[in-house]
């Protein structure tokens, strides 16, 4: 059992994961769904059946999937970083003199190295060795005539290696001493230059003419005071006041101010994600690239596309073991494993770039336009680009939600079908097989436990059922759900035996149900005339049914 953490009154508490988005709208059923009721384990409503996904849930609940990958990005980040941190640590060989003091020795935790002749590094009794056991060395302090040595113990013996540094010299040269009349002879320093005012560049000739603006502050009719009333943007305002500083009519400066267009309108575009860049002009384009009904507008059908496809393309599931239901230990460790494998061998986060030079996209050939938006995925190549709606899963062809992609044989996959490349995935919860044991029919796979009618959980194994929608349906609930009604003798038509259908009619097909309504001859097998719920095997029995005229 899962659960989700909710913070009510300051106070963190814990409620079952299919309570999460409970109540949302179904955006396929419409009112005809009360609102999502998550089944325990299966990740459909209860209500309508439809998907957790194909429910208006939360934005919270439709980001847990993408959270969890930025985990995983994270943990890479960090990886790195510390990888990074080791290699830029500096040894003590490279350490420069400036930040080594000469009269501190400190003992290097590498292994040392192979010890000399005793005899020519054994030290003298006029050494001050303090000895510190530290891995085997001990470390010593400099003595009175300032020589270093470290003790070491081969075989039973305490032998010191001497680093002697007595013929060093640590002095510096004294600097020469500075005469009265050398400083004297120095030029003086130049005097400041003069600031000059900036140059200002002579005004177009249309707007050399003087320009009398008068100062009526309390006159609601001034154009400054229509300019501020209408809160026009500082830059908007600096252009537009020389083009209409001649114009004295209150109405017509309000004309001139509307057919300006207004930047707050394209400020206002917020979206629900954008390509994590700086240049703005690019993320716009990026944007207007994808299809208008996919571009993740706050408040459009593209913020909602974008909402599913997050719970589509990243369940949770396959990638937290804590939101699976009920896994072994042993299952638990091979999901962790497959997780580490993945985010180390095929997980990726997509980049956009200008275009700079001809290229041709990936997915649809056709070439690249110069200073268009460009998506490129590391993992496939620095040669291969892809237009912005083209970067796209191999497998379901849906744009690839944020940019994430999964590398797999020169393809890239949604998260959803890279998984399933390696793994089954049960019809029934949703969740990747890592049992050793499963059941597979209709070509499909499912956990022994959760191979279970579609409407009543009984379990199936050894027992006829009914495939609906890809689904196992017990015969009780095919007979109460989806079984037809013969139109002759008004019995369920079983699962298991043939009948006729025309439009929205059925029967049985027997002699004793499907015969003609006049005559009772048999029709299986025959052709015959249709009417409603009734059928006739020729004209003439027809009009003997319904005369001319009636």
């Known amino acids: 059992m899962t659960t989700a953490d909710r913070i009510a009154s300051g106070v963190t508490e814990k409620i079952l994961t299919h309570e999460v988005g409970a109540g949302a709208p179904c955006l396929k059923c419409g009112d005809k769904c009360p609102g999502l ?31 969890n990958i930025g985990k995983l990005l994270m943990q890479d980040k960090e990886a790195n970083q510390a ?14 003199p400036e930040k080594t003091s000469p009269k501190t020795v400190t003992a290097s935790t590498k292994p040392p190295p192979p010890a000399p002749k005793p005899a020519k590094h054994t030290s003298t009794a006029d050494h001050n060795v303090t000895p510190t056991q530290n891995g085997g060395i001990s470390q010593s302090q400099p003595n009175k005539t300032g020589n270093y040595n470290f003790s070491v113990e081969i075989g039973d013996k305490a032998h010191t290696l001497d680093f002697g540094i007595n013929d060093a010299d640590f002095s510096f040269p004294a600097p020469p001493e500075l005469k009265q009349e050398d400083v004297d002879d120095f030029p003086a320093p130049p005097p400041p230059e003069p600031e000059l005012p900036p140059v200002v560049p002579p005004l177009p000739q249309e707007f050399q003419d003087a320009v009398v603006i008068k100062d009526d502050s309390n006159d609601p009719s001034s154009y400054e005071n229509i300019v501020e009333a209408r809160e026009t943007p500082p830059s908007v305002n600096t252009q537009i006041t020389d083009a209409l500083a001649q114009k004295t009519n209150a109405d017509k400066l309000e004309e001139d101010l509307d ?64 939101e699976c239901h009920d896994l072994t230990p042993q299952e638990t460790q091979e999901m962790q494993l497959f997780v580490k494998q993945y985010r180390e061998k095929a997980l990726g986060v997509a980049k956009v770039e200008e275009n700079s030079k001809v290229k041709s996209c990936a997915e649809c050939r056709n070439p690249l336009t110069i200073t268009d938006p460009i998506v490129w995925a590391e993992r496939m190549g620095q040669e291969r680009h892809w237009h912005p709606g083209c970067f796209v899963c191999a497998e379901c062809k849906e ?45 499909s796979y499912w956990h022994l436990k959760h191979f279970c009618c579609w409407h009543c959980d009984q379990p199936l194994g050894g027992k006829n059922y009914v495939p609906h929608d890809n689904q196992p349906v017990c015969i009780p609930c095919y007979e109460k759900t989806f079984a037809h009604t013969c139109s002759t003798c008004k019995e369920i038509i079983a699962p298991n035996t043939e009948w006729v259908t025309f439009e929205n009619h059925h029967w049985h097909a027997q002699a004793e149900c499907f015969k003609c309504t006049q005559c009772s001859q048999s029709l299986v097998g025959k052709p015959c005339i249709p009417k409603g719920d009734m059928v006739f095997c020729c004209s003439k029995c027809k009009r003997e049914k319904f005369p001319p005229g009636q």
Not at 91 to 96: D, I, K, L, Y
Not at 260 to 284: H, M, R, T
Not at 425 to 443: G, H, K, M, S, V
């Open 399 to 443: 744009l690839l939600v944020d940019l994430i992609y999964f590398y797999h044989e020169d393809k890239i996959y949604c998260g959803r079908h890279y998984c399933e490349l390696q793994k089954p995935r049960c019809a029934a919860c949703d969740e990747l097989i890592f049992a050793p044991e499963y059941t597979q029919a209709e070509d």
């Open 37 to 67: 009721d998550l089944h325990f384990w299966r990740k459909i409503c209860k209500n309508c059946k439809c998907k957790q996904e194909n429910h208006d849930v939360l934005a919270s609940v439709s980001t847990r999937g993408i959270d």
């Open 259 to 322: 057919s300006i267009p207004s930047l707050s309108d394209d400020e206002g575009v917020e979206y629900d994600w954008n390509p994590p860049i700086s240049d703005k002009k690019l993320i716009e384009s990026y944007i207007e690239a994808l299809p208008k009904d996919k571009q993740p507008v706050v408040g459009t059908e593209g913020a909602k596309y974008r909402k599913k496809q997050l719970m589509r393309q990243l369940p949770t599931h396959d990638q937290e073991p804590n």
């Open 83 to 96: 990888t990074g941190q080791l290699d830029k640590a500096p040894s003590p060989e490279s350490r420069s």
